[in-house]
């Protein structure tokens, strides 16, 4: 059974650091396109950062230069080091993924991901 699992939310004040962890089993990790979407309530979910199965990435304009996506194959594992955090960027982040490799215009709609996780608080806070 296909699952993903996000970790490593929590409170963190203006300028600060988090890194966010997305744990997948029951699928080849390698075959998907994976990546983070964020959401505040009364908002839609928004795309913030891909990295395809071909291991090219992209990012939302609103966190490039300060969020940095990666992954590890043999961990089955994403992760979203978030750098300069601003108030701007508090939200639930969940992790996706879609199986193939998705272009640019396809990778922030929500609607092309087939698997999501719970996801996990991000509050950017004094």
């Known amino acids: 059974q296909l699952q993903i699992e996000e970790s490593g939310g929590g409170l963190v004040q203006p300028g600060g650091s988090l890194r966010l962890s997305c744990a997948a089993s029951?699928?080849?990790?390698?075959?998907?396109?994976i990546g983070w979407f964020r959401q505040v309530p009364g908002k839609e979910r928004e795309g913030v950062s891909f990295?395809?199965?071909?291991?090219?990435?992209s990012y939302a304009q609103s966190v490039r230069g300060r969020f940095t996506i990666s992954r590890d194959n043999d961990k089955k594992a994403l992760y979203l080091q978030m750098n300069s955090l601003r108030p701007e960027d508090t939200a639930v982040y969940y992790c996706a993924a879609v199986r193939g490799r998705l272009i640019t215009s396809e990778l922030y709609n929500v609607r092309r991901y087939d698997y999501w996780g719970q996801g996990t608080q991000v509050t950017v806070s004094w």
């Open positions: 990295r395809r199965s071909d291991g090219s990435t």
């Open positions: 029951g699928f080849n990790f390698r075959d998907y396109t």
